[in-house]
């Protein structure tokens, strides 16, 4: 990962500008970060202090209007982390390095560069037949339960929600997607998006280019019917880092917000009696249940970021060149604003969690997401009809993360099956 020269140094934490500031790390509100949004916004408004790992400030953009505003503008907030005026504070192995330490990749270019490689990455996701993805997904997931059908017991999240979006995405990709080295890739991408105590993400994300590096180089030569070769070929001629780099983005956002919205989205199914009685008759719950998701529990959470190209207010707040906003995309989609009774309607899909503007999750990323995960859950449905929790729902715990919102784990039972 590349690191810049840095800008000259901002506000340092504690300066009058973040009085009150809460730190978004070891947080007491991490199994229910809706009542840390609630709180954040009566105290501070729309948009708030807050500190990230290490006590470096930032601002948290908490309204629907306000982070809307913030994606629709690129000229105001750019990707180009290189404008931070905190890097002098940052050491080289903070743990959110992945997510801010400058990349040459789609997701921190600008303009005209961001539009090219944007471009790269939808003529190759159009590319994918849709109904050709879900068949495949149903195979994949069809392979996953055999696996533990015969036992009446599971583990989702390992076993079937985080295994079924990777092994979709590495076969887009021209990826071999059998062995230790996709389970490695799995693990890898949750470290460098998700650490946990103990996990090392920038080392992670460091294998994860390594591995992603190889496939582009074998796909050079032998080209397929796949996304990495699709890229390659493409008229914009992007070089082989470029395309790491975007490859990258693309398999690490079709895996874990996927495995989270499959995960929550099967939570929903089986602890909320609005959903349970209509599971096994029929299938429109399950697309109500992943909308509902991505409203309520949405599997990013929180999105770093953007970075003021001057000084300008925001949500009543004075935002210097170069500070840092995190989008707040789980506490926009819950913004009283736009849903004065946490109300949501069964069609209505403009909620931010593919977040919105030019450096919105790329068409057709969505509706590929919305394959994957739809048919992972009714295949699994249709395969084990009488599946239920085998723990109390009060028992599920969420990951300790203010970034990404998933499951620890999700055991179900059900009458084995027959093989």
């Not at 990455?121 to 339960?145: G, K, P, S, W």
């Not at 693309?250 to 939570?267: D, E």
């Not at 048919?375 to 300790?400: N, Q």
Request: negative net charge; proline residues 7%.
């Amino acid at each position: 990962m590349t690191q810049q020269t840095p800008a000259p140094s901002g506000p340092p934490a504690g300066c009058p500008a973040h009085d009150g500031a809460v730190p978004l790390s070891g947080l007491e509100y991490q199994q229910t970060p809706s009542q840390l949004y609630r709180s954040l916004r009566r105290e501070h408004g729309p948009v708030a202090p807050v500190l990230l790992d290490g006590g470096v400030p930032a601002w948290l953009v908490l309204g629907y209007s306000e982070v809307s505003y913030v994606t629709a503008h690129d000229e105001l907030f750019a990707r180009d982390s290189r404008r931070w005026n905190q890097w002098e504070h940052i050491p080289e192995d903070w743990p959110l390095m992945p997510f801010v330490g400058y990349q040459p990749s789609v997701l921190f270019t600008e303009g005209a560069e961001h539009q090219r490689r944007a471009g790269v990455i939808t003529h190759a996701l159009e590319q994918v037949d849709q109904f050709e993805l879900a068949r495949d997904c149903a195979q994949i997931a069809d392979r996953l339960i055999s696996a533990f059908a015969g036992s009446g017991q599971a583990e989702l999240m390992d076993a079937y929600a985080h295994a079924l979006p990777m092994v979709a995405a590495v076969q887009m990709c021209g990826m071999p997607h059998a062995g230790s080295d996709t389970q490695d890739l799995v693990d890898d991408l949750r470290i460098s998006l998700d650490a946990a105590e103990g996990d090392d993400p920038v080392a992670a994300y460091v294998r994860v280019g390594e591995r992603i590096q190889n496939l582009v180089k074998e796909k050079r030569e032998r080209p397929g019917a796949d996304v990495t070769s699709r890229m390659i070929q493409d008229e914009a001629g992007l070089t082989d880092e470029e395309i790491v780099q975007d490859l990258i983005s693309v398999i690490a956002a079709a895996q874990q917000p996927t495995a989270n919205w499959i995960c929550n989205t099967l939570r929903l199914l089986l602890t909320d009696e609005r959903f349970a009685l209509n599971v096994s008759g029929g299938r429109l719950s399950v697309g109500e249940a992943l909308n509902e998701v991505l409203w309520l529990d949405t599997p990013t959470q929180n999105f770093i970021g953007r970075w003021a190209a001057r000084d300008i207010q925001l949500g009543g707040r004075q935002i210097r060149a170069g500070d840092c906003l995190v989008l707040g995309l789980a506490a926009a989609n819950t913004d009283p604003q736009i849903w004065p009774e946490s109300h949501v309607g069964a069609e209505n899909a403009a909620h931010l969690s593919f977040s919105n503007g030019e450096h919105r999750c790329p068409y057709p990323a969505p509706l590929l997401a919305d394959v994957i995960a739809r048919t992972a859950v009714e295949t699994l449905l249709d395969r084990l009809p009488d599946i239920v929790l085998s723990v109390d729902p009060r028992e599920l715990t969420w990951r300790p993360s203010i970034w990404m919102r998933g499951l620890t784990s999700l055991p179900v039972s059900f009458t084995p099956v027959v093989q």
